[in-house]
């Protein structure tokens, strides 16, 4: 069985402050890692995931297969980056496992 | 990018009566669809896997006669909440696997509110 655990439920930081979100998992396959937002009143998305190794929005995650950790970072926040995070594994089945999920308020 | 809508996005009803629950892709064919529950302040929990031409998996703990789930076609799958109860009042919200327009990513809807009196 799969398990994602996110440590920090809530995470206030000023504006221009890095942010880092952290993000533990088990699963005895190959995971698939990714990190969903949702904007308040709007659904969930996207965010980043961890085959593609890209920044969207000034974020990044490193998967670290040795912590079994996916840490979501971004150097700089902003106040429009206040939402939301899920951190997710996707399963052989493609079945997604959330975690509990991280409010992030950015503070002007 | 895909789009998944959800309709009603919201619902109020009386205890004993069946909710039905609606999942559309609109731009994109998704043979595969999620049904998730999300409480308040809670994470999402996936509740069932809706598979285009045949029977949904449930998810252990969740009575397949209890949230009915059908999926007749490759852009609507149907999830139908039978003799509501309050403890059923939650936040419904369904996905859409594209397998053609993107690397493989589930999108989601906006939610249905459910309120059960």
């Known amino acids: 069985a799969q398990r994602v655990t996110q440590p920090e439920k809530l995470l206030s930081v000023f504006k221009g402050a890095p942010v880092e979100l952290k993000c533990n998992y088990s699963y005895s396959g190959s995971p698939e890692l990714f990190w969903y937002v949702q904007y308040s009143r709007q659904r969930l998305q996207l965010l980043l995931r961890h085959i593609s190794r890209e920044s969207i929005k000034g974020f990044t995650a490193d998967l670290n297969k040795g912590e079994t950790s996916f840490h979501l970072k971004k150097p700089f926040a902003q106040e429009e980056d206040s939402a939301m995070y899920y951190c997710a594994l996707r399963s052989n089945d493609y079945k997604l496992s959330f975690g509990a999920g991280t409010t992030v308020t950015v503070r002007a | 990018g895909a789009v998944v809508s959800q309709h009603p996005s919201r619902v109020i009803c009386k205890s004993g009566t069946s909710v039905k629950i609606e999942c559309r892709s609109l731009d994109f064919q998704a043979t595969t669809m999620f049904w998730y529950r999300q409480f308040p302040k809670q994470s999402l929990m996936l509740m069932a896997t809706s598979n285009e031409g045949s029977k949904a998996t449930y998810e252990q703990g969740v009575e397949k006669d209890k949230f009915l789930i059908n999926h007749a076609s490759l852009t609507l799958s149907t999830l139908t909440v039978t003799s509501a109860h309050p403890e059923d009042s939650s936040f419904y919200i369904c996905?859409?696997?594209?397998?053609?327009?993107?690397?493989?990513?589930?999108?989601f809807g906006p939610g249905t509110r459910l309120t059960v009196l």
């Open positions: 996905s859409a696997r594209d397998l053609l327009w993107s690397t493989d990513t589930q999108y």
